[in-house]
């Protein structure tokens, strides 16, 4: 690749014309915008006046926020016209004076290739022998003569960071073999199905031995698919693979709104490693970020040398607490041209959802500000309307174009109805992350078991609001970051205690109502925090208590998928009823959790205590056989095997409002599932005579 030189002076950059700027002119509106000579090539100039590159039809959709496909004309396409073979390039730049495209072809110079412009603020224009795999970027001239080399915002693929230019890439054309799970996928209802997500850092998962920092999107989706099997999860979400500058942003600080990250490989590497995991049976969620976007100077920031993408007030525009900048979600183009990042990952990389990063930071005006640091609303309040409306019209037209995918809001408040339907005033996501019981789980589970009595409510509190919303119960990344230290790490007690500790709390999430999420490493029980610089502690495997732990999710991954019971209610009310919940004195807690079928239900019981309970009695819906299916202090998962002979019959005696009870021995801090089934025969002693 030839030397980039430096952006050109004043004084070395002579235009064709001098461009008066009109006095009228409103860099907000667009209005009276100026006008700029189209001064290409002869042959570039041939060809562009031959063929235009936008319609009326999809210039007027961008002015007025109706498109969610801009990504089909906006951005680098390869093309061949009247026989040549270049690339078709238009980007939005309303207040710029002129915009070029800068290449290896014109030796990174300002003023060799210049862009059209065009009443809605895009330049366009079609450049010869340039193509598949050639960087590029724009080189826009500001109104007060500043020029500024940027990156594309709806490029298909980047340069490997450092670098930051943009890469010519035709996306199109993968054979792609996933029809008969794309089909399938249309026809579910997720609600009424299990959902259980493993959230991967694709960075961190593993690494190569060979000298390489990472492994390709192909790599991983062999050894990943393979992994996820055996745990037993329906879906893998990946934390951001958009490109992002900073390896720690751990992909939150996002420059490539259309352009997978080239750490792992190329866009085809990509669609390869969807394709694989879907033909295995697996969904694939990908983590999408329309809250913010870093300050980079190649970025979306002041990209015309105005604030085109961000409010130019810093108390709409700017993020304290991240240092970025905040999209302007009432211009419609920015709109535009989030709608169209949404619907490009589920089109063209056949992803089965979108779980929305921040969306509390998106709603509200004061997140994270003191008084006198945000703007209120027209009507006084501290609700972002343009925002909530900009994610309303995103779920509408997602759900319309893509049956059967999934929203999931990351929303970290008690705002009302972000998984209710836009119709009933919701904001049409298909869940929500439950950061409620994550914190109030954690925070009991902190505690040093004497003490759990006292906080009995921490827990039993969340089945007040349990139903009002379609809730994942999060166990995140966010959990084992910045000083937290990891699940095992925050466990109490001895080194008995933390693993007994961190088997209950698996149990308790997985049959608690609400979809389910671990970030990678939890079900390895490390004892180290996550760092994005280093693959998982892999040889934790082989260690008897760390396996123990490792089996006991694939466990519950299988019983939660294969029991009705455990996901088939998670979001409605007649899916659970607490059996005992105030015995704050043991700290046991023990509930039923029902399937549609009237008749189908487990019961589960929990004791967060280090002290076995035996003849502890449970009343119970019916009168049979209730078999054990899972005993989280059993050997095979290292506890102490306490439990009760593989399961009990009941007996006529009323308790906890039941006419028929079960007396079990409660393993210490440990877990029961039981279930009624037929019971089983008794073995009949052989006659010896």
Not at 657 to 685: E, H, R, W, Y
Request: aromatic fraction near 14%; charge should be negative.
């Amino acid at each position: 690749m030839a030397q980039r030189p430096t952006v050109p002076s004043d004084t070395e950059y002579r235009p064709l014309k001098q461009i008066k700027m009109s006095q009228s002119f409103h860099p907000e509106t667009n209005q009276n915008r100026p006008k700029v000579p189209w001064r290409p090539q002869s042959l570039h100039n041939k060809i562009q006046t031959r063929r235009p590159l936008f319609t009326s039809a999809e210039l007027h959709a961008l002015k007025t926020g109706m498109h969610c496909t801009m990504y089909q004309s906006m951005g680098a396409h390869p093309d061949e016209v009247n026989g040549i073979k270049g690339t078709r390039f238009a980007v939005w730049a309303p207040n710029a004076q002129e915009v070029c495209v800068i290449c290896d072809r014109n030796h990174w110079k300002h003023g060799e290739n210049y862009l059209h412009s065009s009443d809605a603020g895009v330049w366009s224009g079609f450049l010869p022998e340039v193509g598949q795999g050639d960087a590029y970027k724009f080189s826009l001239r500001g109104q007060n003569g500043e020029f500024f080399e940027k990156s594309d915002p709806y490029a298909f693929y980047s340069e490997l960071r450092p670098k930051t230019a943009s890469i010519v890439y035709d996306i199109e054309n993968f054979p792609w073999q996933d029809q008969q799970w794309l089909r399938k996928r249309q026809e579910t209802n997720w609600h009424n199905e299990p959902v259980s997500i493993y959230e991967v850092h694709l960075g961190s998962w593993k690494r190569p031995k060979d000298g390489r920092q990472f492994f390709s999107y192909r790599e991983l989706a062999k050894e990943l698919v393979d992994y996820v099997h055996q745990m037993g999860y329906t879906h893998i979400q990946l934390m951001p693979v958009t490109e992002h500058p900073f390896d720690g942003s751990w992909g939150y600080q996002t420059t490539g709104y259309f352009a997978p990250t080239s750490r792992f490989g190329t866009p085809h590497d990509l669609m390869y490693f969807v394709d694989y995991c879907h033909q295995a049976g697996v969904g694939v969620l990908f983590d999408w970020v329309p809250g913010h976007f870093p300050t980079d100077g190649h970025s979306l920031g002041r990209f015309d040398g105005t604030c085109l993408y961000e409010h130019a007030d810093p108390r709409k525009g700017f993020h304290p607490d991240w240092g970025t900048y905040i999209f302007n979600y009432g211009r419609n183009e920015v709109r535009d041209f989030l709608l169209s990042s949404a619907h490009f990952w589920i089109d063209k990389y056949h992803f089965d959802g979108l779980r929305v990063d921040a969306v509390a930071s998106m709603l509200y005006l004061d997140y994270s500000r003191e008084e006198g640091e945000w703007v209120p609303n027209p009507s006084g309040g501290r609700e972002n309307l343009e925002a909530i409306q900009f994610l309303k019209d995103a779920n509408i037209s997602l759900h319309g174009a893509y049956p059967g995918i999934l929203t999931i809001a990351e929303e970290s408040t008690s705002w009302g109805g972000v998984s209710h339907p836009v119709y009933n005033g919701g904001l049409g996501f298909s869940m929500k992350w439950d950061m409620g019981w994550m914190n109030d789980t954690l925070r009991y589970m902190h505690f040093d078991p004497i003490y759990r009595s006292h906080h009995q409510g921490e827990l039993s509190f969340r089945m007040i609001y349990a139903f009002t919303e379609n809730f994942v119960l999060p166990l995140s990344h966010d959990e084992v970051v910045h000083g937290k230290r990891s699940l095992l790490s925050q466990m109490p007690g001895d080194l008995w205690q933390q693993f007994a500790n961190l088997r209950l709390l698996y149990g308790y999430q997985y049959t608690m109502p609400g979809k389910k999420l671990l970030f990678m490493g939890g079900e390895l029980a490390q004892w180290t925090e996550w760092n994005h610089d280093n693959e998982l502690d892999w040889k934790l495997i082989g260690h008897e208590k760390h396996d123990g732990i490792r089996r006991l999710i694939g466990d519950l991954n299988y019983l939660y998928r294969t029991e009705k019971s455990l996901y088939e209610t998670d979001f409605s009310q007649e899916g659970f009823s607490w059996l005992q919940c105030d015995d704050s004195k043991n700290s046991v807690f023990a509930f039923q959790r029902n399937s549609t079928e009237v008749e189908e239900h487990v019961i589960v019981i929990a004791n967060f205590t280090p002290v076995p309970r035996e003849g502890y009695r449970i009343g119970v819906p019916k009168a049979g056989y209730y078999h054990e299916i899972i005993n989280s202090d059993a050997k095979i998962y290292g506890g102490s095997n306490m439990g009760n002979a593989g399961g009990v019959y009941s007996e006529k005696i009323s308790s906890h409002g039941k006419n028929d009870s079960i007396t079990l021995n409660l393993p210490p801090l440990a877990l029961l599932i039981m279930k009624p089934v037929a019971a089983p025969q008794k073995k009949i002693k052989p006659d010896t005579k």
